[in-house]
């Protein structure tokens, strides 16, 4: 069965922090995908990456940035917290070929 | 602009009838389509996907239907179980990325 795992289930953070949101998946799949769930807009993309080192901006990158350092690992990373950034961030792997994407059960932030 | 549409936010459907979600997507580029069910606090699951040279796709009770003209797909579930009861995305592909609707909540009437 293929695992996405995110560090944290919940977090609250305050306006200004730097946070760090990890995930890591089992697959080997070689894309890895950061989004937002917000009720009434449904997902959307923050950030992909293809490959190792190699990222792309999806619909929504402000605010955020990202690091793929090891194949099995992508972390989002908000620089400075903003109440806007409230939100539930999932993250998910495919492989390179398949549309299917695997998803992690998702941290709830909350940034006051 | 929203690619991909799902106009019902929500729908409730007796125990044991047809469940029918439906999708409306505006790029013809897209060439594969997915549905992902969400319970509360989980990530989205993977239900089904259609290709875009299909016009159909079964699984149990789960059936994909696909229009290219009208850029319209919708999911039937039959019969619908208590279980059902989710939020239900679709997504388009292209590129390998999603772009994802809005999502439907569907609840199940016992």
């Known amino acids: 069965d293929v695992k996405v795992t995110q560090s944290s289930r919940y977090l609250v953070k305050r306006t200004g922090e730097k946070v760090f949101l990890e995930c890591v998946q089992d697959?080997?799949?070689?894309?890895m995908f950061w989004y937002r769930q917000d009720p009434g807009l449904g997902l959307r993309l923050i950030y992909f990456?293809?490959?190792?080192?190699?990222?792309e901006k999806g619909d929504i990158p402000e605010g955020y940035s990202v690091s793929r350092e090891k194949k099995e690992r992508f972390s989002l990373i908000l620089e400075s917290a903003s109440t806007n950034q409230t939100s539930m961030y999932l993250c998910?792997?495919?492989?390179?070929?398949?549309?299917?994407?695997?998803f992690g059960p998702g941290t709830r932030l909350t940034v006051l | 602009d929203q690619q991909v549409k799902q106009n019902s936010p929500s729908l409730s459907v007796q125990e044991g009838r047809i469940s029918i979600l439906n999708c409306d997507y505006t790029?013809?580029?897209?060439?594969?389509f997915l549905w992902y069910k969400k319970y509360p606090a989980e990530g989205p699951t993977f239900l089904i996907s259609?290709?875009?040279?299909?016009d159909k796709n079964e699984d149990g009770r789960f059936t994909v239907f696909l229009n290219k003209s009208a850029k319209h797909l919708s999911l039937h579930i039959v019969p619908s179980q208590p279980g059902d009861s989710a939020v239900y995305f679709c997504?388009?592909?292209?590129?390998?990325?999603?772009?994802f609707g809005t999502g439907t909540r569907l609840t199940i009437i016992p």
């Open positions: 998910a792997s495919s492989f390179a070929t398949r549309g299917e994407q695997f």
């Open positions: 697959m080997d799949h070689e894309n």
């Open positions: 990456s293809y490959d190792v080192k190699m990222k």
């Open positions: 790029n013809s580029m897209f060439d594969y």
């Open positions: 259609i290709s875009s040279i299909k």
């Open positions: 997504a388009a592909s292209r590129d390998e990325k999603l772009t």
